[in-house]
């Protein structure tokens, strides 16, 4: 038999555990199928020295603070998915785990969501399947060419893997600092970090908790019709946790320009400087997982579904959580989670009211 629920969320990290909560509230009767075998989300698959640029009070899903641990001003990603596990149990919500959403289709007044473990028919769909498995890799010339390793963000774990080695590391935004700057002060890593254009630290008392304000100032001047402020970007690029501003302060973390190719042995600069290397990390983003909404049709010629809030405008039973920006201030942070999240919930109850 092929379950009837009112709504089925698709992922069970952070964006969908806040759809979760307020679903809950709204007394809506769901369920949330996710991908990975346990709790936790992306976060269980970080890098061993990741932090989060918040204190753990201002790092929390609706409902529930993160608890604070002694000593540590920035949570690391096992506290993260220790938090998210027992956000989920606490709240008993109906996570499913182990299960891959493969296409949300029309059917009649409701929507079919087919996985890899069976079919679902609901009344609405929250999309909250986040970027992580979707990583962005740039079309850069000779990439086929070099014979060393090539990873991305979503490969890396810790600097013993490449003791000894030259690295390169490609992308000024946080993960290439924060990675440039672990493998740097491992002492036995000679690191090349290269990035489109000069690397922009904030002043290092800005962390996360400025960062959502000014996204969240942003956002609303936007809806109202104000100028455009520039956002976080205005601020600058890189947030300056301890290890980024230890490695920049010792002189370990000086960007080179982008280059103009790679090379069987390294890379090639656009002047005619080249420089061997070991392995390649592409810290150059992630672009929204959505291949299981293909099935309806609604991505635009640059692939963007239109939204209105969160809710799909030529679907209005679809809402989209923890994209970025475009679903939400800061929406694919924890603290920035819920306020998009309770939205949702309140126009889907509403919606299946009528």
């Known amino acids: 038999m092929t379950p009837r629920v009112d709504v089925v969320v698709a992922g069970g990290g952070q964006a969908g555990l806040a759809a979760g909560y307020h679903l809950r509230r709204q007394g809506l009767d769901f369920v949330v199928l996710d991908a990975d075998p346990a709790p936790g989300g992306a976060w269980q ?38 938090y998210l596990a027992d956000y989920e149990k606490r709240y008993d919500l109906p996570v499913q785990h182990g299960i891959r ?41 000779g990439r ?15 600097p013993a893997d490449f003791a000894g080695q030259r690295v390169l590391v490609v992308g000024g935004g946080n993960s290439g600092a924060q990675i440039a700057a672990d493998l740097a002060l491992a002492g036995d890593v000679e690191v090349i970090w290269a990035t489109r ?29 104000r100028t455009d402020t520039g956002g976080v970007a205005a601020l600058g690029d890189i947030v300056a946790v301890p290890p980024v501003r230890a490695a920049r302060d010792a002189g370990l973390l000086t960007a080179r ?31 929204p997982a959505l291949a299981h909404l293909a099935p309806l049709g609604l991505r635009g010629p640059r692939g963007r ?19 970025g920006d475009w679903t939400g201030p800061a929406s694919a942070t924890l603290i920035g989670a819920g306020r998009p999240a309770r939205d949702a919930a309140r126009d889907i109850a509403r919606l299946l009211s009528c």
């Open 257 to 287: 320009p982008m280059f103009a190719r790679l090379t069987a042995t390294g890379v090639q600069w656009a002047d005619g400087g080249r420089a061997d290397a070991d392995a390649v990390i592409w810290c150059t983003g992630f672009r």
């Open 144 to 158: 086929a060419l070099f014979s060393g390793r090539q990873l991305h963000t979503v490969d890396y774990r810790r």
């Open 305 to 323: 579904i239109a939204i209105s809030g969160t809710r799909a405008v030529a679907e209005p039973r679809l809402h989209l959580l923890g994209y």
């Open 45 to 82: 698959h970080m890098w061993d020295s990741l932090r989060l640029f918040s204190p753990a009070a201002h790092s929390s899903l609706p409902g529930r603070l993160m608890p604070a641990r002694p000593g540590e001003t920035y949570p690391d990603a096992g506290h993260v998915v220790e």
């Open 197 to 225: 254009r000069p690397p922009r630290f904030l002043a290092d008392d800005i962390d996360g908790r400025v960062l959502f304000d000014v996204a969240t100032a942003r956002r609303r001047a936007l809806d109202e019709g």
């Open 101 to 141: 959403v493969e296409a949300v289709r029309r059917d009649g007044e409701r929507l079919l969501v087919e996985a890899d473990a069976g079919t679902w028919r609901a009344r609405a769909v929250v999309s909250a399947t986040g970027t992580w498995s979707r990583p962005f890799l740039p079309a850069v010339p």
